[in-house]
């Protein structure tokens, strides 16, 4: 019944932007924290970003900040991450989770999307 869909990934040159997509069914999507991770190859998943369900404040990893963001549209269901000035360390797979919590770890995540792939190429 649940199910987060990932979109917007592609392949980009370092510096260009992109702008990735999850849509959220199944679930009362306002009332849970959105939050991406990436993966690269062979390395462990990692924290990109998060937004509240409660006030729409958002967090993000230091490797991001200032070049990423994450927003919401309630009323689609969907959660955003704008990324720009990207750089070839951002090539990863992006997914999208959701929590009911207002500050959830890693292993909080209830729901978890497929995935979406980003490379930058130098």
């Known amino acids: 019944q649940v199910q987060l869909v990932e979109s917007g990934g592609g392949l980009v040159q370092t510096g260009d932007s992109l702008r990735l997509s999850c849509a959220a069914s199944?679930?009362?999507?306002?009332?849970?924290?959105m939050g991406w991770f990436r993966q690269a190859p062979g390395k462990e998943r990692e924290f990109v970003a998060r937004?509240?369900?409660?006030?729409?404040?958002?967090y993000y990893a230091d490797s991001v900040k200032g070049r990423f963001t994450i927003s919401r549209d309630n009323a689609k269901n969907t959660v955003f991450l704008q990324m720009n000035s990207l750089k070839p360390g951002d090539t990863s797979v992006y997914y999208c989770?959701?929590?009911?919590?207002?500050?959830?770890?890693?292993?909080?995540?209830?729901?978890w999307g497929q995935g979406t792939q980003v490379t930058v190429s130098s």
């Open positions: 989770a959701a929590s009911t919590l207002s500050i959830p770890s890693s292993r909080q995540y209830d729901y």
């Open positions: 199944g679930i009362s999507f306002s009332s849970y924290t």
């Open positions: 937004i509240k369900w409660r006030d729409g404040s958002t």
